[in-house]
């Protein structure tokens, strides 16, 4: 029952995606009656789940069962007699694993999401349906982002009746909130940033987008300096999203410094939430003793 709701979840949140670009992004159209458009939308989602969920689980699995076998091997005796090659065979193979642990998700980003899109487009086109994607690979991989990130913030809403899952949830859905009213406001008060199409959901869109950047955590004795260098970074990324996807128009450096600083001042509150979570999950250990305790003090036999 688990993984039927985990399979409806993901089919639903995609669904909404897949709305949110035809919306945002003009090279996906679906056009068609109510039931026309419902019936593409579930197409282009069914697929888009297939590639991101059926796909990487079964590569997961394999890999999982790899790694596995990987251990057992490491936990043997080894054989002393092997070459060199041989003898450091386990360890070559256990970092290549841990290295395609590491690609699957940029894999599901780039290619299995995109993939996905582009095959319910063709099948839809095909069955008779009013659907059309134009443009080239750089805005097929955007839809893919697009879909994916807004599914990625719909299954946290999802995740927050469950009370195993509801703390980290929250967090995760207040980092976004912030960021996109940090979004909303520099859209509001600068005249240099400007959102393309329906307003709120485009700008509900570049936050999604944002918040998959990869979590930076930089502590430097000199004080400010990390800020600045991370304020940096997501410039950086934000200089990006709008590249990728058009969504965004900021005329300017420094009104796309001021935007990244009005987002990076409204998750403020989600960061110290979220460093306080970690600071009780994993509370500091005490300090090393360099004395031995008396009792294991070593006894010195008596002659």
């Not at 039927?4 to 909404?16: D, F, K």
């Not at 009104?255 to 009005?262: D, S």
Request: net charge neutral; proline share 7%; glycine share 8%.
């Amino acid at each position: 029952m688990k993984t039927t709701g985990r399979v409806v979840g993901e089919l639903v949140c995609a669904a909404v995606g897949v709305w949110a670009a035809s919306e945002v992004m003009v090279p996906l159209r679906i056009d068609g009656t109510a039931g026309e458009r419902a019936e593409s939308v579930a197409l282009l989602a069914a697929l888009f789940t297939a590639a991101t969920m059926v796909v990487p689980l079964s590569v997961g699995w394999v890999l999982g069962r790899a790694v596995a076998r990987n251990r057992r091997r490491m936990a043997q005796e080894p054989d002393w007699d092997a070459s060199e090659w041989e003898f450091l065979a386990p360890l070559r193979r256990h970092f290549v694993y841990a290295g395609l642990f590491m690609a699957l998700p940029v894999v599901i980003l780039t290619v299995l999401g995109p993939l996905g899109v582009w095959a319910g487009v063709e099948l839809g086109a095909g069955l008779g349906l009013d659907v059309e994607l134009s443009g080239g690979l750089k805005v097929l991989v955007t839809t893919g982002l697009v879909v994916f990130a807004v599914q990625r913030v719909l299954l946290r809403v999802l995740a927050v009746p469950f009370k195993g899952r509801r703390s980290e949830a929250l967090l995760s859905l207040s980092g976004f909130l912030l960021c996109w009213a940090g979004l909303a406001l520099a859209a509001v008060w600068l005249d240099s940033v400007e959102a393309t199409g329906p307003q709120w959901l485009a700008l509900a869109v570049v936050a999604a987008l944002f918040d998959l950047r990869f979590s930076l955590t930089l502590t430097l004795p000199v004080p400010g300096v990390a800020s600045l260098i991370l304020v940096s970074v997501n410039a950086l990324v934000l200089w990006f999203i709008m590249w990728l996807t058009g969504l965004l128009h900021i005329d300017g450096f420094w009104p796309l410094i001021g935007t990244v600083a009005l987002m990076w001042v409204a998750e403020w509150p989600s960061r110290l939430a979220k460093a306080a979570a970690e600071a009780r999950a994993n509370p500091p250990q005490p300090p090393h003793d360099p004395f031995w305790p008396e009792h294991h003090l070593p006894q010195t036999p008596l002659y």
